[in-house]
């Protein structure tokens, strides 16, 4: 069975512009959720999707966008590029919302 | 507002020692998991405790659920450089989000 896959692995955007980073959950899950990865704040916890719905969001600015399509492939967008939004954004999926989550590589996002 | 507490935050250590990290909270979670994550790669589940009290092992790795279910242990047994990596401890919350700890780097050295 395939992993999460995330893509594009790394990424470098000049401030003010706009990304977006994609998702592929293992086959059958349903439930993806991202996370955004710094050494000094560690995993944050940005939103969660299941069918298609957003559940939970962090606490992140309105600059960051989440969607999930109806084979539960997930996107994330980040509008208005600042420095500090430089991470590794991580993607992980499970079958349920009580199952422990499988997580992609990541993107890895510079914003010079 | 849950969080999870993780200690030490650094770990450096000579292969063959034992060491012991710690995961607590002022919440209960009904269940905690561990995941390790090594450069250029996502973390990776080792284990979920569910039980207060429980203990699972994983070869030389030994992790402890508190009674009270607000805080859980990780124990590893004559630890090998293999074993380096930035472990995370997790709870879920009810609000279909994962929570995390900040974090353990271990370091050993051959």
């Known amino acids: 069975k395939a992993g999460v896959t995330q893509t594009p692995r790394y990424l470098i955007k000049t401030r003010g512009q706009q990304v977006t980073l994609s998702c592929s959950p293992i086959s059958g899950h349903r439930s993806v959720s991202w996370y955004q990865q710094t050494p000094g704040q560690g995993l944050q916890f940005l939103f969660e999707y299941f069918s298609e719905t957003q559940r939970n969001k962090g606490n992140f600015p309105g600059r960051f966008s989440g969607r999930q399509f109806s084979n539960s492939r997930s996107e994330m967008n980040v509008s208005t590029l600042e420095l500090g939004d430089s991470a590794l954004y991580l993607c992980a999926s499970s079958p349920d919302p009580n199952s422990p989550l499988h997580f992609g590589n990541g993107t890895r996002l510079t914003v010079t | 507002t849950q969080l999870l507490e993780q200690s030490p935050q650094f770990l450096s250590i000579q292969e063959g020692e034992n060491l012991t990290v710690y995961c607590n909270s002022s919440?209960?979670?009904?269940?905690l998991q561990w995941y390790r994550q090594e450069p250029g790669e996502g973390p990776v589940l080792l284990v979920t405790v569910v039980t207060g009290g429980e203990v699972k092992k994983l070869k030389r790795l030994t992790f402890q659920f508190g009674d009270a279910r607000k805080d859980s242990s990780l124990h590893i047994t004559a630890a090998q450089p293999g074993d380096t990596g930035l472990y995370l401890c997790a709870g879920l919350t009810g609000g279909f989000k994962t929570i995390f700890g900040a974090g353990t780097r271990l370091f050993v050295k051959a």
């Open positions: 919440s209960v979670f009904s269940s």
